[in-house]
């Protein structure tokens, strides 16, 4: 007899739901419109900065916002800027205390960055521009800065011992 269960996922198996993803701040700015939008001599320099933060809400619950900011050419012949903050309520079950962290700063946001970057190049596009599709993102690689720069602030805000 076939166990009834059997393409079911385990209840203490660890998870990762998307409960939900929304759109909590977005701008699009093209100031020097229409000039910005005459054929150009050279291609603009492209700068995009990326930031992930996370805030837990329950036990299980986190919401993490993925922060797309970027512009096209330098002042004053800025052609545009964008910023997005972009959101997801994750629930994180059976997942080890020590791995939750990770697990909301890596795979979290890893998950929300195509819906992100498909805004983002939406939004250039109907400002008037080719879309700016942003290459992957190394979300591992961020954690792990952030965590050296953590450790780094807590060695230096140390003070010696038999200093005061």
């Known amino acids: 007899m076939a166990d009834s269960q059997a393409g079911a996922p385990k ?3 660890p998870s990762i739901s998307v409960l939900t993803q929304y759109i909590k701040d977005m701008s699009f700015e093209n100031p020097n419109a229409p000039m910005s939008l005459a054929p150009q001599q050279q291609a603009p320099s492209i700068a995009v900065n990326v930031n992930v933060n996370a805030r837990a809400l329950s036990e299980t619950d986190y919401e993490v916002e993925l922060v797309l900011v970027g512009q096209a050419g330098e002042a004053p012949q800025l052609l545009f800027q964008m910023e997005l903050t972009y959101c997801g309520i994750f629930r994180l079950q059976n997942i080890p205390a020590e791995q939750s962290a990770p ?3 890596i795979e979290c946001p890893r998950l929300l960055f195509p819906f992100a970057r498909q805004i983002v190049a939406d ?6 521009f080719p879309p700016l599709y942003i290459d992957p993102i ?4 961020l954690f792990q800065e952030r965590q050296q720069e953590l450790a780094n602030q807590d060695l ?9």
């Open 11 to 13: 209840s203490d198996a």
């Open 138 to 141: 190394d979300f591992a690689g």
């Open 123 to 128: 939004s250039v596009r109907n400002g008037g």
């Open 156 to 164: 230096a805000n140390k003070v010696p011992a038999g200093k005061a």
């Open 103 to 105: 697990v909301v700063m």
